[in-house]
């Protein structure tokens, strides 16, 4: 069993910036692919950004991309989520999840563990 624990959300403005972090813990003798999804009110779950298990490969949703950037600790199944330049449509709860169903998928399509999530607000 992993267990997926995310923080350091909260509410800004537009234009802040804010860092998510996510930290798996368990079963885990090695390092696992990790991600962030997001779920606004009424919409549907949205990719974020993942990163590999060695942190060499990472890849971004359409919407975040040149504003956000993720990173692990080497060798360690934390990651980081650094959220720049912020926007009111970027509210959402923000959703850390680990151990891809797949080792050799990429990107992965389905995780085996996820957070409870961490709220994210920003106001114009």
């Known amino acids: 069993q992993v267990q997926v624990v995310e923080s350091g959300g909260g509410s800004v403005q537009a234009g802040d910036s804010l860092r998510l972090s996510c930290a798996a813990s368990?079963?885990?003798?090695?390092?696992?692919?990790m991600a962030w999804f997001r779920q606004a009110p009424g919409k549907e779950r949205e990719f974020v950004a993942t990163?590999?298990?060695?942190?060499?490969?990472?890849l971004y949703g359409d919407s975040v991309r040149s504003r956000f950037s993720i990173s692990r600790d080497s060798g360690k199944n934390t990651v980081l989520l650094q959220m720049n330049s912020l926007k009111p449509e970027d509210t959402a709860v923000y959703y850390c999840?680990?151990?891809?169903?797949?080792?050799?998928?990429?990107?992965?399509?389905?995780?085996?563990?996820w957070g409870q999530g961490t709220q994210v607000t920003v106001s114009s």
């Open positions: 999840a680990a151990v891809c169903r797949s080792s050799t998928r990429w990107p992965c399509d389905e995780y085996a563990s």
């Open positions: 368990g079963r885990t003798l090695n390092t696992v692919t």
């Open positions: 990163i590999s298990r060695n942190g060499l490969k990472t």
